[in-house]
């Protein structure tokens, strides 16, 4: 899975979980302001995206999460380690 | 539905089962009263399965709830009922005895709710009903430890509550006094007695009472109350920790 793939999953997550449209979810969206994510859609959303990229990652480095780039960062980050 | 071999969880099996629910039966050492509880669900007409597992254990809890998922789908309401005591003045009490009824009682119940929570998240609507007890509100001599889960359990229930309001999703505590139950049985005669004269209807309760109670929280017409307490004591605690007079 590469960092394309990662994105696309992110943006899927991201319109069903906080019920934004797929266009608003942009590498420099932040979570909380711009796609108005409150704390419980975070951990909804973090919980998703390790079911759908098939990686763990612990809550508290979801909560240093700012933006969708940000997003992509931590998950590549942990698929790498998880193949290493 | 977690400790529902017998006493209380088995009659709230069986209200559940008769109302249409899949139930599955939780018990940790009851393999034979859990398949009387599976005998009497199946009398009502409705369906069960056993699941074993101690719900202080999260891996336990991990697999519970996989088997269970696995046999009816995903889990939409949950009842924590599963429950310990240990007795003993505090000054007497051991650390293991302490540990344990919060583990069972307090620890139990959260492992629980938050491997639900999961499911109900996604599909945006869950019922989390807990059973806690009068001693956990007006607190109860020689059972600091389960006063102390049953009263942390109604922190647990609230603050879930506000947790998971805005996914459609109720948290409640029905807070029995003393029922008429196996758990009662542990404790002295005496004691009993007094118990029952504490309730303005001077008796205790009956494990129906309990269930009809839980029932009405899981069901579509409780669909605005959470983070509630309901308290089902024939009077004993009346919303309140103040002193209760025993009926004379």
Request: charged share 20%; net charge negative; proline share 3%.
């Amino acid at each position: 899975m590469n960092r394309d793939d990662i994105f696309k999953a992110t943006v899927e997550a991201c319109s069903e979980i906080l019920g934004v449209s797929e266009d608003t979810v942009t590498h420099d969206a932040v979570l909380r302001d711009d796609l108005d994510a409150d704390s419980l859609d975070l951990a909804e959303l973090a919980m998703a995206l390790e079911d759908r990229i098939g990686v763990s990652v612990p809550e508290q480095d979801f909560k240093q999460v700012a933006t969708v780039s940000d997003t992509l960062d931590l998950l590549e980050q942990h698929l790498a380690a998880a193949r290493s | 539905m977690t400790g529902a071999s017998r006493g209380v969880g088995r009659a709230v099996a069986l209200a559940l089962a008769a109302r249409g629910h899949l139930v599955a039966v939780g018990y940790r050492s009851g393999g034979a009263e859990a398949q009387e509880t599976l005998d009497l669900i199946d009398r009502v007409g409705g369906t069960g399965v056993a699941v074993e597992g101690d719900v202080g254990l999260g891996e336990d809890v991990d697999g519970i709830f996989t088997a269970v998922e696995a046999t009816f789908g995903p889990v939409e309401i949950l009842v924590n009922n599963a429950g310990v005591i240990r007795d003993g003045l505090a000054l007497q009490l051991s650390e293991a005895d302490w540990s344990q009824v919060l583990r069972t009682n307090l620890d139990g119940p959260f492992l629980c709710a938050r491997r639900a929570l999961r499911g109900m998240l996604r599909r945006r609507w869950g019922r989390i009903v807990n059973v806690g007890s009068v001693a956990g509100v007006l607190g109860s001599a020689g059972q600091v430890n389960y006063a102390s889960a049953k009263a942390g359990l109604l922190g647990m229930s609230r603050s879930l509550a506000r947790e998971v309001a805005s996914r459609n999703i109720t948290v409640n505590t029905v807070v029995p006094g003393p029922i008429r139950t196996e758990i009662l049985s542990e404790l002295p005669t005496e004691r009993v007695r007094e118990l029952s004269r504490m309730s303005p209807m001077n008796r205790m309760g009956t494990s129906d009472e309990v269930a009809e109670a839980v029932a009405f929280l899981i069901s579509d017409s409780s669909g605005f109350i959470t983070g509630a307490t309901l308290p089902v004591d024939g009077g004993m605690s009346m919303g309140g920790s103040s002193a209760t007079t025993p009926a004379s």
